[in-house]
């Protein structure tokens, strides 16, 4: 959707907002089902990259320290167990700037992927870069959905991050997609942009050919030791806002209430789903940060009359059948 487009849903007054975006959700999805997606941190610490809002990120002191890659048998312990409490979705996360095929880390990833698709959970990775080769090789194994967020506006990119451009994102999402991968790709409100950025992030993930699978929206959580540190929190309406912006102009994609609910009331996040958000993080813990105990978004989900989402292995690009040229994907 085009920027004028979005701008105009912004300045609508809240509940037409809300009103708009509840019948595009309910054209495309049911009422009052979420997904439950959980995140594991395969490889914590010692990035190379200074994403400024990141604690794994090398160059700041943000008292998380650089591990190894788990251990296989580690790691389906914790994908049985997510499964267990029922989640249809298990993310794997690790703190590099990419991966390249033919390296040792790189086939142990293969391997693990391979063992964790087999629990019937949908499988998503984030690894940082990956080009042509790698992502084939990916969804071979069989990952379901890779998770690559273009974060902000192409325009506020660079007070971000400098270690690497928004392009190479673009790239990167770009090879996911001729790999026939669905791609997860949404950004963090409360980086210090303004809503300009924030409506232009939207303009350039819903203008994806085909439409993003899904969208996660993080709210910055402040890192001690991060330039972000002392950044103020998000204003809850506008997050509302935002979440309901992404609905409307992504209608089948699952829009994820993602890092920042320890922060938000169950009122808040209950304003999220009405306006349109259909996923969230399940488990206490997000990569290195904290998210809502299990027990409480369990009774919220209850309270609300809410159901989880089941998973949906095989997925099919939401505008699949969208004929706009698939190139070129710009900024
Ligand atoms: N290294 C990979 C990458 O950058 O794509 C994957 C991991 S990275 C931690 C995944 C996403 O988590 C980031 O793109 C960002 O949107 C989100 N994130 C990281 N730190 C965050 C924070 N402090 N608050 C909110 N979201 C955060
Ligand atoms: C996404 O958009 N949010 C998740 C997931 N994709 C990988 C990560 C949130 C990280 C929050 C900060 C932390 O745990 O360090
Ligand atoms: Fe590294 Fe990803 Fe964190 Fe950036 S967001 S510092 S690439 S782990």
């Known amino acids: 959707m085009i920027y004028s487009d979005l ?41 190379s990259e200074d994403c400024s809002y990141c604690a794994q990120s090398a160059r700041y002191k943000s008292g998380v320290d650089a591990e190894r890659l788990m251990e296989k048998c580690d790691i389906m312990k914790r994908a049985e167990a997510a499964r267990d409490s029922g989640s249809t979705r298990f993310c794997m996360g690790a703190a590099w700037r990419g991966v390249r095929s033919g390296t040792k880390r790189f086939d142990q990833v293969l391997d693990i992927i391979n063992d964790v698709s087999e629990l019937g959970m949908e499988v998503c990775v984030t690894l940082g870069e990956v080009g042509p080769e790698e992502a084939v090789a990916l969804k071979e194994a069989g990952v379901t959905a890779y998770n690559h967020n273009v974060d902000t506006s192409p325009e506020y990119y660079p007070n971000v991050v400098t270690t690497h451009t928004f392009q190479d994102r673009l790239n990167t999402i770009r090879n996911v997609q001729d790999a026939g991968m669905a791609v997860c790709c949404g950004g963090i409100l409360g980086l210090g942009e303004d809503t300009s950025d924030r409506l232009r992030m939207l303009e350039v993930v819903s203008e994806f050919n085909p439409q993003p699978e899904s969208v996660p929206i993080n709210s910055l959580m402040p890192m001690p030791g991060t330039p972000m540190a002392e950044n103020k929190g998000v204003d809850v309406f506008e997050l509302v806002r935002i979440i309901a912006i992404a609905r409307i102009s992504m209608p089948k994609a699952k829009v994820r209430l993602s890092a920042g609910r320890t922060n938000l009331s169950e009122e808040g996040q209950t304003l999220c789903f009405f306006a349109g958000a259909n996923s969230i993080f399940y488990g206490d813990k997000l990569l290195t940060a904290k998210n809502p105990a299990v027990e409480k978004d369990l009774a919220l989900i209850d309270k609300l009359g809410m159901s989880p989402q089941q998973p949906n292995r095989k997925q099919t690009p939401p505008d699949s059948d969208d004929t706009r040229p698939r190139e070129p994907q710009t900024a």
């Open 7 to 47: 701008e105009a849903l912004y300045q609508l007054p809240l509940f037409e907002l809300i009103q708009r975006a509840r019948s595009v959700h309910e054209e495309n999805w049911p009422a009052a089902e979420v997904q439950l997606c959980t995140l594991l941190s395969i490889k914590t610490g010692g990035c």
